[in-house]
């Protein structure tokens, strides 16, 4: 037996014993009682580009919050010729709260969606701003849930979690999803668990208007490609909580091809490897199943088969546990997707080591070492 394949076969068990523990994190955060008081005015803030599917049913989800405050639904497009302008306009039309969209506006930095949060905020009329990604999803509890807990002096910003949602009926958002409910959410679960992960998750932020003002506004994030990280992060230096809320919004995917899946996600990868090295590194434990293959392929025999059957069955389990969580259905076909999954995510996050560009809304952007954007021109395809 080769020593590589001791590690390999150590590497696999471990992860193994993680993904258990990452079962447990989320049933737990997704069993936690959901903040319902107090409700208080606030603006939510969208950001929009492209009519893709999900985005109708996102808006009609965020004019209809069950919130017992005032609040309201602002939208801004950079190019008055977007797609997403009609969606919006007929939302506003048929929403039950005030909404309005913003059309236009100076390009004000690389990323062109912290450049709309900017206009976004000088026309919001509410103290509590909550900026969510156009592709969410949200129950009729998120808004208070996500602004509840900023009646606290000592909390500065809220954010949390999603589930992944499949909007397009192709092969690719349905990865996609799994990718999002399978890796991503139990292992940042598991991260705020244990108190490492210091996590800022952009597709919803909720802050106070004089908190943002303290950091110089949505200005000072107008080239970085974290700008959720950083947003965070400041407000951790002003000596405020990040309250992670446990209530889950689905994020729509819409993939049609693997080029395009793959673009968006290693997009991700580069992101979190830019901003935590060593913290990327340690995803290599979330990736057991790979690594039981490359044993078994190194000592063929029962006990590397052994040690494949734990790493499978491991993952199954936290599978399985995250859809009972989430109150999706056992299925099958669903699960023998699994090992798909496993092994692309494993591949995404190899790739990420490497330097390169990265594609984002039909642009290309090359990244410093501080996460900073600068556009490189773009991209063949269409980036997600």
């Not at 797609?83 to 039950?96: D, H």
């Not at 490359?294 to 059957?309: C, S």
């Not at 023998?336 to 790739?351: F, G, K, V």
Request: net charge positive.
């Amino acid at each position: 037996m080769t020593v590589l394949a001791v590690l390999f076969s150590l590497l696999a068990l471990v992860g193994a014993g993680q993904a258990v523990a990452a079962r447990r994190a989320l049933r737990r955060l997704a069993g936690s009682p959901l903040p319902t008081s107090p409700a208080l005015p606030a603006s939510v803030l969208k950001p929009l580009h492209g009519a893709e599917p999900g985005l109708e049913e996102g808006l009609r989800a965020s004019f209809g919050q069950r919130h017992e405050a005032p609040f309201e639904v602002l939208m801004a497009v950079a190019d008055p010729a977007d797609p997403a302008r009609p969606v919006a306009e007929a939302a506003i039309a048929a929403g039950p709260a005030p909404g309005r969209l913003l059309a236009g506006g100076a390009v004000l930095g690389s990323n062109r969606k912290v450049s709309q949060l900017v206009h976004l905020e000088a026309a919001a009329s509410h103290p509590i701003l909550v900026a969510a990604d156009a592709d969410m999803l949200c129950p009729p509890e998120w808004l208070t849930a996500v602004s509840a807990p900023l009646a606290d002096p000592s909390v500065g910003l809220v954010t949390c979690l999603y589930r992944g949602e499949a909007r397009r009926d192709t092969a690719w958002a349905r990865l996609a999803a799994l990718g999002i409910d399978w890796h991503f959410l139990p292992n940042a679960a598991l991260g705020e668990a244990l108190g490492k992960a210091q996590g800022c998750y952009g597709a919803t932020v909720a802050l106070r208007q004089e908190t943002l003002e303290r950091l110089g506004g949505f200005r000072d994030f107008l080239d970085l490609l974290a700008d959720d990280h950083a947003l965070g992060a400041a407000v951790r230096r002003l000596g405020l909580r990040v309250v992670v809320s446990p209530v889950l919004p689905g994020h729509a995917m819409t993939e049609t091809s693997l080029a395009e899946l793959w673009r968006h996600e290693l997009r991700w990868a580069r992101t979190v490897r830019l901003l935590n090295p060593a913290g990327y590194a340690g995803l290599l434990f979330t990736h057991p199943l790979p690594w039981a293959l490359l044993a078994l392929a190194l000592a063929p025999g029962a006990l590397m088969a052994g040690v494949l059957g734990a790493a499978l069955g491991a993952r199954l389990f936290l599978a399985t546990g995250v859809d009972r969580a989430l109150g999706r259905r056992l299925c099958i076909r669903r699960l023998t997707t699994l090992p798909i999954r496993d092994l692309l995510s494993a591949a995404i996050w190899a790739t990420a080591w490497g330097t390169g560009r990265v594609d984002w809304q039909g642009r290309r952007y090359a990244l410093s070492a501080k996460g900073r954007m600068t556009e490189a021109g773009s991209p063949r395809h269409r980036g997600s």
